[in-house]
């Protein structure tokens, strides 16, 4: 029993609880480690810094800063759209069929990175095939303006013949987020922005996993939270809890 009593008493934490031995009335306080997630805007770009970034963006127009735009309208993997061509483009709709991936190869010992390559198929743990996203108007426009940037490209993002890569954007989003003045996050936050902000606006949950690209509604549900910023969830607050809207409302 002594033994059993040391153990309890040495679990560190946060959260108490008062445990009670009915035996001899002996009261234990202890605390035990809350588990806490990671807040909204450390998973994506909330509504402002998508504005201030958007609007950078815009202003900037190079092909770098066309492919993050359109990598927000699509919600796509940064894999996936380095890889869009023009011609998977069809009926308002563009085919997410193929992907950049690392090459790696065995030196006899360990396997070492060899650069990147295009592949005909997307993310194998997915199990899943390839799809249609629709173009928005803004989509649209973006596609257009890379056209004008890369009029003879095979890829949608080409600079001087050369397809941008996975590396380079990322380099770029982290480039335009400084120049933007916001915090940079990395690639794979558009995604969960683009999620979030469907699902702020009503889209249906398994249409938002069609245009990502998931399996399980589950990891779709993972992707999605609250864009709006501390103050957007308060002006939300004010007008849905202010008293004069009931009184409105009776009216």
Same mark, same amino acid.
């Given at each position: 029993m002594k033994s059993i009593m +040391?153990?309890?008493?040495?679990?560190?934490?946060?959260e108490e609880i008062i445990a009670e031995n009915p035996m001899n009335g002996i009261y234990i306080k202890a605390k035990f480690r809350a588990v806490r997630k990671k807040s909204d805007g450390s998973k994506l770009y909330l509504n402002d810094d998508f504005g201030a970034l958007?609007?950078?963006?815009?202003?900037?127009?190079? +092909?770098?800063?066309?492919?993050?735009?359109?990598?927000?309208?699509?919600?796509?993997?940064?894999?996936?759209?380095?890889?869009?061509?023009?011609?998977? +483009?069809?009926y308002g709709k563009i085919a997410i069929q193929r992907?950049?991936?690392?090459?790696l190869v065995f030196d006899g010992e360990n396997f070492k990175s060899a650069g990147v390559q295009i592949v005909e198929h997307l993310k194998k743990e997915n199990d899943s095939e390839y799809r249609f996203i629709l173009l928005t108007d803004v989509a649209k426009e973006?596609?257009?303006?890379?056209?004008e940037l890369n009029p003879d490209g095979e890829f949608i993002f080409?600079?001087?013949?050369?397809?941008?890569?996975?590396?380079?954007?990322?380099y770029w989003l982290s480039?335009?987020?400084?120049?933007?003045?916001?915090?940079?996050?990395? /690639?794979?936050?558009?995604?969960?922005?683009?999620?979030?902000?469907?699902?702020?606006?009503?889209? /249906?949950?398994d249409k938002i996993r069609e245009i990502l690209g998931q399996v399980d509604e589950r990891t779709t549900l993972s992707?999605?939270?609250? /864009?709006?910023?501390?103050?957007?969830?308060?002006?939300i607050m004010n007008k849905?809890?202010?008293?004069?809207n009931k009184k409105n409302k009776k009216n």
């Open positions: +040391i153990a309890l008493l040495r679990i560190a934490i946060d958007d609007t950078f963006l815009e202003e900037e127009s190079t +092909i770098e800063a066309l492919c993050i735009q359109l990598m927000f309208q699509l919600g796509v993997r940064i894999g996936e759209g380095v890889a869009l061509k023009f011609s998977d +483009i069809e992907m950049e991936e690392k090459v973006i596609i257009r303006k890379a056209k080409e600079r001087n013949g050369e397809r941008l890569t996975a590396r380079a954007v990322t480039k335009y987020c400084r120049d933007a003045g916001i915090t940079y996050k990395s /690639p794979h936050c558009t995604r969960r922005t683009t999620a979030s902000r469907l699902g702020m606006e009503g889209m /249906p949950l992707y999605i939270y609250n /864009p709006n910023t501390e103050q957007g969830n308060l002006d849905s809890l202010n008293s004069s």
